[in-house]
């Protein structure tokens, strides 16, 4: 009978091992399972973010019009003073700033490395579009002709139109009281 006490004995310890392996394993599985499923569903839902924002595009465009205003409401305009008067291209600023444009620089007028005070018409110079419809914009909002709208193009410049003040600058729309 001892031989058989030891045999039963030696049977069921066998038989849970096994078992018990298995069982740690399922457990892990489970986990690892439980992870991957939760990487899915984050992969999944920010694919279908990144696919409505590529459908909203093509769905409801901006009007062409609509994005052309908010194009030139960001113009960044240059003032600067050929004519001498003290404080004028400040005035001017100012007075462009209360319009709605973008005025990035003012000073005086300079050519070569001097200043120039010998500007007889004030002059709107468009640097960045030949057809000139941003310095026509500034034109318009400071009542300059259309005759004295020109085009220099410089990309080398951040800027995309310069206003030169000439000593006409009492038929400015900012003068006209």
Do not use: H
């Not at 984050?42 to 093509?58: C, K, P, T, Y």
């Not at 960001?74 to 319009?99: H, I, M, Q, W």
């Not at 007889?120 to 960045?128: F, L, S």
């Not at 579009?129 to 300059?144: F, I, K, T």
């Amino acid at each position: 009978m001892a031989v058989r006490r030891t045999r039963r004995t030696s049977a069921p310890k066998t038989r849970r091992s096994p078992d018990r392996t298995v069982r740690r394993r399922s457990k892990s599985k489970g986990t690892s399972g439980t992870l991957l499923t939760a990487v899915i569903w984050i992969l999944a839902v920010i694919n279908l973010v990144l696919v409505g924002s590529l459908v909203s595009r093509f769905v409801a465009p901006k009007p062409a019009q609509q994005a052309a205003i908010l194009a030139e409401d960001s113009l960044k305009v240059e003032v600067l003073n050929g004519c001498g008067k003290p404080g004028l291209a400040k005035e001017v600023t100012d007075f462009l700033r209360r319009e709605g444009f973008d005025v990035v620089n003012f000073g005086n007028y300079q050519t070569g490395n001097r200043e120039n005070f010998n500007v007889r018409n004030t002059m709107v110079i468009d640097r960045r579009s030949m057809d000139m419809r941003n310095a026509l914009r500034v034109a318009e909002a400071l009542g300059v002709d259309k005759k004295n709208v020109l085009v220099e193009m410089n990309s080398a410049r951040a800027l995309d139109v310069t206003v030169v003040l000439g000593k006409d600058y009492k038929t400015l729309k900012l003068y006209r009281n």
